[in-house]
């Protein structure tokens, strides 16, 4: 099996029973073809770049789950057919997804002290230049 998240956007002005509805139907899919669910997100209601279907914003969902590609097949046909779902995307992950680690903060200070020099020398330039006229 391998790992997939799908991204879909829905119709921003859907109630509550439509969007459970959805979902189930969603995690049903995943289940009947003998995928693996891991998680569904509720990203919220978001502006979209440009209007999709005079709707200038939408519900995003976050779907990450494991399975084959007659899964992804099945689950993007469902989605396309759903006049619900506006967009989806698809992605095959190659390993986990890990948010990095924060640099230390040793590091971010000698970081800005570098700049802070760099500025300095930047500034300290003109005004050693002069010229008569």
Excluded: C, H
């Excluded at 956007?9 to 189930?24: F, H, M, N, R």
């Excluded at 998680?39 to 978001?46: A, T």
């Excluded at 399975?67 to 995307?89: F, H, P, T």
């Excluded at 040793?106 to 020099?117: P, Q, R, W, Y």
């Amino acid at each position: 099996m391998r790992m997939y998240e799908t991204i879909y956007i829905v119709q921003p002005d859907l109630g509550d029973e439509e969007l459970k509805g959805l979902s189930t139907k969603v995690q049903d899919i995943i289940a009947s073809m003998n995928g693996d669910f891991k998680r569904l997100e509720d990203w919220g209601v978001r502006k979209l770049a440009y209007p999709i279907n005079k709707n200038p914003r939408g519900r995003y969902f976050y779907l990450r789950f494991d399975g084959d590609s007659a899964l992804i097949a099945e689950l993007e046909r469902r989605l396309r057919l759903d006049d619900k779902v506006i967009r989806y995307q698809s992605v095959k992950l190659e390993t986990e997804v890990v948010a990095p680690a924060a640099a230390p903060v040793k590091a971010a200070e000698e970081g800005t002290e570098e700049a802070v020099e760099a500025t300095a020398e930047v500034t300290e330039a003109p005004a050693e230049t002069t010229t008569e006229g």
